[in-house]
């Protein structure tokens, strides 16, 4: 090797070393401006090869290159370590503790919403129901659509629900049910279909003992060979009994939705009053939890199931509707304060 390959592996060998050993940008910038920049002695060597006779430029100039291709791929692993190593410093030092610390061996809890959802998927499963989930942000088409809603119903203006700046006008939004699991289940999965889908749901409601504007949802779904509404009704009777004790009664009253045909509306004897009439139930004796019916042919049309083949009844009612009566509690409000006087109870 001639003296001057011999130099030119040192300085390589001494800038490799150096970019190795860099633990901070700062330190990265001045040893590559030592090794890479233009008074470096690479650079030096690389002003050197005009100078050189034509037979030896070619092989010298080979032999330059290939020092800065290694030490700049050396440089830029360098650069990636550092970031990284520099990223985990600077989380662990804005890490902030938000570990609530009570007296006493209390542990952490789902809150009553969450055990809530649990018991009642436990319930269905032992019924034979899968349990289905999907997003939370909607398209117009899952959420409305293709549940057989009209362009003009109410429930898709904006006074009810909450439309997201995406996409064409009003195209997707919050979703203000679960009933665009049903569709995503029919779609994806042929019939015979047993399935509850719970999870959030959203809507511009006035907060009251009853309402909130975010809740919780559970809805159920059946689709196949000879289903009547006398499965449905009996489904209904059973999940009450189950969840609620026998005490507890349900009814159900004719309604109108347009993804059921007929429909109903699911109501269950006041745990407040007992069915003797209260601000709660208002003065009724009963609260709804929700609605059901038969699956409307043109709801199975349009996720290409022939409803002369298959049938089948939908439900749906708020997990946190239940929370509340299955516990007593007289305003559903109470679910989010965040007191732990209350959450400490369940």
Not at 119 to 142: C, I, K, Q
Not at 164 to 179: A, I, K, M, V, Y
Not at 302 to 324: H, K, L, P, T
Request: charge should be negative; glycine fraction near 10%.
């Amino acid at each position: 090797m001639s003296d001057e390959g011999a130099a030119l592996a040192a300085l390589v060998a001494a800038g490799l070393a150096r970019l190795e050993a860099v633990s901070t940008l700062e330190e990265l910038a001045a040893a590559e401006a030592a090794v890479l920049g233009k008074r470096s002695e690479l650079a030096s060597h690389q002003q050197a090869l005009g100078r050189l006779p034509p037979e030896q430029r070619r092989e010298a100039g080979r032999q330059v290159n290939q020092a800065r291709q290694a030490l700049q791929a050396t440089a830029d692993k360098a650069r990636d370590r550092v970031r990284v190593a520099e990223r985990a410093r600077r989380l662990q030092a804005e890490r902030l503790d938000l570990t609530e610390v009570t007296p006493g061996p209390h542990r952490g809890r789902l809150n009553l919403v969450g055990q809530t959802r649990d018991e009642l998927e436990d319930v269905f499963v032992g019924m034979g129901y899968s349990v289905a989930e999907g997003p939370e942000v909607e398209t117009d088409w899952h959420n409305f659509e293709a549940l057989n809603m009209p362009v003009a119903h109410p429930a898709r203006s904006g006074h009810d629900t909450l439309y997201l700046d995406w996409g064409p006008p009003e195209s997707t939004l919050l979703r203000t049910q679960t009933s665009p699991v049903q569709i995503r289940v029919m779609q994806g999965t042929p019939p015979p279909i047993y399935s509850v889908m719970p999870g959030k749901v959203y809507r511009k409601d006035t907060p009251d003992a009853r309402h909130t504007p975010s809740f919780s949802q559970i809805e159920g779904l059946v689709v196949d060979r000879g289903i009547t509404f006398g499965d449905l009704a009996g489904t209904i009777r059973s999940f009450t009994a189950a969840y609620f004790g026998p005490s507890i009664q349900s009814r159900l009253r004719p309604a109108y939705f347009p993804f059921t045909e007929p429909s109903a509306e699911f109501e269950i004897t006041c745990t407040i009053c007992q069915g003797g009439g209260c601000r709660t139930c208002s003065g009724t004796g009963w609260i709804e939890l929700g609605g059901c019916g038969m699956v409307h042919p043109k709801v199975l049309a349009n996720v290409g199931i022939d409803a002369e083949e298959w049938s089948g009844f939908a439900f749906g009612f708020g997990i946190d509707r239940c929370a509340q009566m299955r516990h007593g509690l007289s305003d559903m409000r109470v679910l989010l304060d965040n007191d732990i006087r209350f959450i400490s109870q369940f």
